[in-house]
């Protein structure tokens, strides 16, 4: 059986600051947005935002509060052609990340940021892999 990534879906509380996030300073072009959704124009799966209020309503759960601080439970990863340009742009429009962007011991180049919600965002570049003998 094979599965596909179809979304990345985050949970805010700040809805249209946190569309308003990625789509000013980071640069997203919002694809669709209607009733508390924003869905991002990004290439893969799907990246979207649902405002906190309404995960209640899709699940049939009740409301939960918003979740206390802590150790990271996730990230999201975007891939990108040049992480140093794509850091020098984010960084010029407010960004604010967590560190430079750094060679990673499994083969990306990368740099992290928060959103306005707290969730760790990486951004990273594939580095050339060296050639392995006899494959």
Do not use: C
């Amino acid at each position: 059986m094979l599965w596909y990534l179809g979304y990345v879906v985050l949970f805010v509380d700040d809805f249209d600051g946190t569309v308003d996030f990625y789509a000013k300073k980071v640069g997203l072009p919002v694809r669709l947005r209607a009733d508390g959704y924003a869905e991002f124009a990004v290439e893969g799966a799907k990246f979207a935002l649902l405002s906190r209020s309404r995960a209640a309503e899709l699940t049939g759960e009740k409301p939960s509060e918003k979740p206390t601080p802590g150790p990271d439970r996730a990230a999201v990863t975007v891939l990108v052609e040049d992480v140093d340009r794509v850091f020098r742009e984010l960084s010029g429009r407010g960004v604010q990340f967590l560190g430079g962007p750094k060679d990673r011991a499994w083969g990306q180049r990368s740099v992290y940021f928060r959103d306005p919600e707290g969730h760790l965002i990486e951004i990273a570049t594939n580095l050339p892999r060296p050639e392995r003998p006899g494959v």
